[in-house]
Every structure is written in structure tokens, then in C-alpha cells.
């Protein structure tokens, strides 16, 4: 195989690979934009905020989580993760007393006319619900930050692959028509000489 043949494949090769990373990375921006998107207007909606600094906010199951977005709205992934687990499952476990949703339920099926176990059986099922949206869109807004992350590693992989296709390219203009791939060519000088 001529080395010039087998150099114009590998240089076309690069820049095929350079537009599907090109490619990639447009889908992978496209995507993490629209679950940013999604996740903020889905949040916006719910008109959550978070308390402010104070007696809400004193337990230090609460505080250190929470306290750096006291009397924000709930906007992002990272906002609806603290918020269910360091707000709502802290009420939920004292509501419960520990005990979870699916535990209080068995109880209430056992004794169905003890009215106030099925009230916290109520709570329960609607914290839980709640948590279970926000963990979901705190899910999400994570895979929206990887997708960026990966849009960015594609766009960096193209530009690399963009520039070795291109030096492959002014090499291309070098190498002699009759090389033969695995065969060194005579040095330069060698060839001024006969």
C-alpha cells in the first residue's frame, strides 16, 4: 500500500471522528440545556423556598445544608437535593418517629380505626411523594451537568482531532507519490546525490 494512500485514510478517518464529536457535543449541549431547562421551570412552578436562617433552620441536620440557600427559591437539582433530604426527611423522621411511610401504613391497615395514625399516615404519603419529585428532578439536573461536561470533553476531543487532520493534511503534501508503507525512503540527501 502506498504510505500517501494509507496517510489520506488515517487524516480522513481523523476528520470524520473530528464531525461526529462535533456532532456529539451539539446533542450533549442540546440535552443538557433542555434538562436545566426543564428542571428549573418544573421547580420554578412549585413556588418552594427555602426558610430563612433561624429557628427552622437550628438543627444541625438543617442548618449546614440548608443555610446557604436560606430564603432562596428552589430553582436547581442541587437546591431540591438539600431540600429533601436535610428538610423534609428531618420532618418526616419526627413525624414518623422513625419510622418510614411503609411501616406507619402496615400499622394503620392493622388498626383502621385509630384515626390519628392515619392522619401521620397521610403526612407521611405526601412527604415522601414530595421528596421522591424533588429527588427525581435533583437526579436529572445532575445528568444535565454530565451531559455538559461530556459536550465539552466531545468539542474538546474535536478541536484536537480538527488539528491532527489538518497537520496530517500538510504532511500529506510531503510524502513522496511512490512511498510504500513499512519501506523508509531514501534521506533527502541521498537522493540529491545520484
Known amino acids: 500500500m502506498k504510505r500517501k494512500t494509507f ?14 464529536l462535533l456532532c456529539a457535543g451539539g446533542l450533549l449541549t442540546w ?14 412552578e412549585q413556588q418552594i423556598f427555602f426558610p430563612p436562617k433561624g429557628p427552622a433552620t437550628a438543627s444541625p441536620e438543617i442548618g449546614p445544608y440548608l443555610n446557604q440557600y436560606a430564603g432562596q427559591q428552589l430553582l436547581t437539582g ?5 431540600y429533601a433530604d436535610h428538610f423534609i426527611a428531618v420532618h418526616l423522621k419526627e413525624i414518623g418517629g422513625g419510622l418510614t411511610y411503609a ?18 399516615v397521610a403526612t407521611m404519603f405526601k412527604g415522601e ?5 424533588l ?3 435533583y437526579a436529572f439536573g445532575t445528568m444535565g451537568v454530565i451531559a455538559g461536561f461530556a459536550a465539552l470533553g ?11 487532520s489538518a497537520l496530517g493534511f500538510a504532511h500529506l503534501k510531503r510524502v513522496p507519490p511512490d512511498a510504500q508503507l513499512g519501506v523508509p525512503s531514501p534521506p533527502a540527501y541521498a537522493l540529491s546525490q545520484t
Open 7 to 20: 496517510d489520506a485514510l488515517l487524516t480522513s478517518g481523523g476528520l470524520v471522528l473530528a464531525v461526529i
Open 31 to 44: 440535552a443538557s440545556t433542555f434538562i436545566g431547562d426543564q428542571v428549573h421551570t418544573q421547580l420554578s
Open 78 to 82: 442541587a437546591q431540591a437535593e438539600a
Open 103 to 120: 411501616q406507619l401504613s402496615a400499622k394503620a391497615q392493622a388498626a383502621p380505626t385509630d384515626t390519628k395514625l392515619a392522619a401521620t
Open 129 to 133: 411523594t414530595l421528596r421522591g419529585l
Open 135 to 137: 429527588l427525581n428532578a
Open 154 to 164: 466531545a468539542f474538546i476531543g474535536a478541536a484536537v482531532m480538527l488539528l491532527l
